[in-house]
C-alpha cells in the first residue's frame, strides 16, 4: 500500500513539472506567431530609417550581419545608435522577418521586384527517382525532332551568356547598382565603402578616379544637392564566368546643386566581380549623354 501511495505520488509531480515546462514554451511560440514585421518597422524603425527603408540601410549586406545588428545594435559613424532589440525580447527569427520585411520595402523604392523568401534547403520529393528518359535508353532516331535540337539551343548564345546569368545574379548586382547610385548621390561612405572594390579605377568627364577619391567627391558634393532624383534603367548584364559580369545603364540625375538646376545623363559601363562570396565593381565608365 505504501509503495503504491508513492507510486501515485511521484506520477503527479512529474505532470505539474511537466506543465510547467509547456506553459512558457507554448507562451513563447505564441508570442512569435503573434510577431507583426511591418508593424513592428512603422513603430519601431520608421524614424531612423524612414517609411521605405530608404535611410540607414544597406541591403546588399548578408542577411546573417543584418539579422546581428539588428539583435546586438551598432553604432555608425553619426548618432543616433542601433539599439540592440535582442536585448529587448526580439528572438532571430523575428529580427529575419524585420530584416526581409526593409529589404522589401527599398526594392519597392528602387522598382523593383521584391524577392520571394527562399524555402528551406529540405530535400525535393521523389528527386531520387530515376528520370524517364535516363530509366529506360532511347535512341536519337527515335526521339522527336524538337527533342534533339534542344541541346543546341544553348550553343548559339554567346559564351557570356552560358555561364550563371541566372535571373537572380542579374537582378541582385542591378540592385546594387542602384544602391551605388544613391549612395554616391547623399555621400553615404559606408555604402560605398562596400560596393567599390579596393582597387576600384573610374573613369569619367573629369578625369580617373580611384575608390577613395570617387568616396570623397561624393561626400563632398552631397551636402550642396538639394530636392535630387537618379533613375537608372536599360540594363543589360553579361557574365564572364560565374564571378565576373559587365553591365551597361543608362543613367539621368536632377536636381539643384548650389540652388541651380542640373541634368546629369550618361551610359555607364561596369566590372562586377564576385570575392569572398559578395560582389564589387573593379572598373566604371561613364560617358555623357549630349543634351538635345
Not at 546586438?72 to 530584416?99: C, D, H, I, R, S
Not at 560582389?279 to 538635345?292: D, E, G, L, M, Y
Request: charged share 25%.
Amino acid at each position: 500500500m505504501k509503495t503504491l501511495k508513492i507510486m501515485t505520488l511521484t506520477a503527479m509531480l512529474v505532470a505539474f513539472f511537466s506543465a510547467l515546462m509547456i506553459v512558457p514554451c507554448a507562451a513563447r511560440t505564441a508570442n512569435q506567431d503573434q510577431f507583426d514585421a511591418a508593424a513592428t518597422f512603422k513603430s519601431k524603425c520608421v524614424a531612423c530609417h524612414g517609411p521605405k527603408a530608404e535611410k540607414k540601410f544597406d541591403s546588399s549586406l548578408p542577411d546573417a550581419e543584418l539579422i546581428d545588428i539588428v539583435m546586438k545594435g551598432k553604432k555608425p559613424e553619426k548618432p543616433p545608435n542601433m539599439p540592440a532589440y535582442g536585448e529587448k525580447g526580439v528572438t532571430a527569427e523575428q529580427a529575419k522577418a524585420l530584416v526581409e520585411q526593409m529589404k522589401q520595402l527599398k526594392s519597392i523604392a528602387l522598382g523593383q521586384t521584391p524577392e520571394k523568401p527562399k524555402p528551406d534547403s529540405k530535400p525535393v520529393p521523389n528527386q531520387t527517382k530515376p528520370v524517364p528518359d535516363q530509366a529506360i535508353p532511347v535512341t536519337d532516331e527515335a526521339k522527336p525532332v524538337a527533342d534533339q535540337t534542344k541541346a543546341v539551343t544553348d550553343q548559339s548564345k554567346p559564351v557570356g551568356e552560358q555561364v550563371a546569368a541566372s535571373p537572380s545574379a542579374e537582378q541582385e548586382l542591378i540592385s546594387l547598382d542602384k544602391s551605388w547610385g544613391e549612395a554616391g548621390l547623399h555621400g553615404d561612405s559606408a555604402i560605398l565603402e562596400r560596393i567599390l572594390a579596393d582597387d576600384f579605377i573610374g573613369n569619367g568627364p573629369t578625369g580617373v578616379a580611384t575608390k577613395a577619391q570617387n568616396i570623397a567627391e561624393a561626400k563632398t558634393n552631397a551636402p550642396d544637392i538639394t530636392n535630387a532624383t537618379y533613375v537608372a534603367d536599360e540594363y543589360t548584364v553579361r557574365f564572364l564566368d560565374p564571378n565576373t559580369a559587365v553591365m551597361t545603364h543608362r543613367a539621368v540625375e536632377k536636381g539643384l546643386n548650389k540652388g541651380k538646376e542640373y541634368n546629369d545623363q550618361h551610359r555607364s559601363m561596369h566590372v562586377w566581380v564576385k570575392r569572398d562570396g559578395r560582389w564589387q565593381v573593379v572598373a566604371s565608365q561613364a560617358t555623357p549623354i549630349p543634351q538635345k
